[in-house]
């Protein structure tokens, strides 16, 4: 070896991970990064908010307008690090916050205009009498990490998912629920979100829709009891009336079992 010549000295690969991001219209965050990639965390985000700001629930209806998702992964082939950024419009002004939460550099953030409908301004808008908190600026920027120190109980283990086509169109779902029965909707929440994160090919937009707030909503969709959650895309429609218990019985929704 030529001790002459300076050795290269390799730098360490990034670690892939998941980070996600919440804002509030007044334009406080929530964030979180994991390693593990094992939960979609909006749950923990919602109570954090719903706990920091004394807020009578969590605000599930911030979902999935104020949220931005960063995803990085190494590629087997070239070894290089690889990063998708996406921002619903609500949140993509933050790009500079985000980027150095995420140490992400001066990375472009891709908009994502899916979900028009739940995110429009006139929905969001009916909230603000009931969370007034959410539509002041408390200069709060909070890192959560508590869900990584708690493993995800046995509900939400993995299992191996029958195989699923993937479709044309992206998987889209609303989850109609009452409010009153606040430790329903949480558990039926965070059974879905574990579930549809490790068990669809593709990605996914939930909705959850109160039904005392929007009994409109709930007429259209011809809802009559809750919890009742519906698959509106892809076709053909599919909805299961009534709590979830097991994995298994979404996986069979979605595949129509």
Same mark, same amino acid.
């Given at each position: 070896?030529?001790?002459s010549?300076? $050795?290269? !000295?390799?730098?360490?690969?990034?670690?892939?991970?998941?980070?996600?991001?919440?804002?509030?219209?007044?334009?406080?965050?929530?964030?979180?990064?994991?390693?593990?990639?094992?939960?979609?965390?909006?749950?923990?985000?919602?109570?954090?908010?719903?706990?920091t700001?004394?807020?009578?629930?969590?605000?599930?209806?911030?979902?999935?307008?104020? $949220?931005? $998702?960063?995803?990085?992964?190494?590629?087997?082939?070239?070894?290089?690090?690889?990063?998708?950024?996406?921002?619903?419009?609500?949140?993509?002004?933050?790009?500079?916050?985000?980027?150095?939460?995420?140490?992400?550099?001066?990375?472009?953030?891709?908009?994502?205009?899916?979900?028009?409908?739940?995110?429009?301004?006139?929905?969001?808008?009916?909230?603000?009498?009931?969370?007034?908190?959410?539509?002041?600026?408390?200069?709060?920027?909070?890192?959560?990490?508590a869900?990584?120190?708690?493993?995800?109980?046995?509900?939400?283990?993995?299992?191996?998912?029958?195989?699923?086509?993937?479709?044309?169109?992206?998987?889209r779902?609303?989850?109609?629920?009452?409010? !009153?029965?606040?430790?329903?909707?949480e558990?039926?929440?965070?059974?879905?979100?574990?579930?549809?994160?490790?068990?669809?090919?593709?990605?996914?937009?939930?909705?959850?829709?109160?039904?005392?707030?929007?009994?409109?909503?709930?007429?259209?969709?011809?809802v009559?009891?809750?919890?009742?959650?519906?698959?509106?895309?892809?076709?053909?429609?599919?909805?299961?009336?009534?709590?979830?218990?097991?994995?298994?019985?979404?996986?069979?929704?979605?595949?129509?079992?």
């Amino acid at each position: 070896m030529d001790a002459s010549k300076p $050795t290269a !000295i390799a730098k360490p690969t990034p670690p892939s991970f998941k980070g996600i991001a919440l804002f509030t219209p007044g334009g406080d965050c929530v964030y979180c990064i994991d390693h593990q990639k094992r939960t979609h965390w909006h749950l923990d985000l919602c109570a954090t908010l719903q706990q920091t700001l004394e807020l009578a629930e969590p605000p599930y209806f911030l979902l999935p307008g104020f $949220t931005a $998702t960063v995803d990085r992964w190494v590629d087997e082939l070239t070894q290089s690090p690889v990063t998708v950024a996406e921002a619903y419009p609500r949140a993509l002004r933050f790009q500079a916050l985000l980027n150095r939460l995420f140490d992400l550099d001066d990375l472009p953030w891709q908009p994502n205009y899916t979900c028009r409908e739940e995110c429009s301004p006139l929905l969001i808008e009916s909230y603000r009498d009931r969370f007034p908190q959410l539509w002041q600026c408390h200069d709060l920027v909070i890192q959560v990490n508590a869900a990584l120190a708690n493993p995800e109980p046995e509900a939400s283990q993995a299992f191996d998912w029958p195989p699923l086509v993937v479709p044309t169109q992206p998987y889209r779902f609303k989850l109609f629920v009452s409010s !009153i029965d606040t430790v329903a909707t949480e558990k039926m929440l965070k059974l879905l979100h574990t579930t549809l994160e490790s068990a669809l090919p593709s990605p996914y937009t939930l909705q959850v829709v109160d039904v005392l707030q929007h009994p409109d909503q709930a007429e259209a969709e011809q809802v009559s009891a809750t919890p009742t959650l519906i698959q509106l895309s892809p076709e053909p429609v599919r909805r299961i009336v009534g709590s979830l218990v097991h994995q298994q019985q979404l996986v069979a929704l979605l595949g129509g079992g």
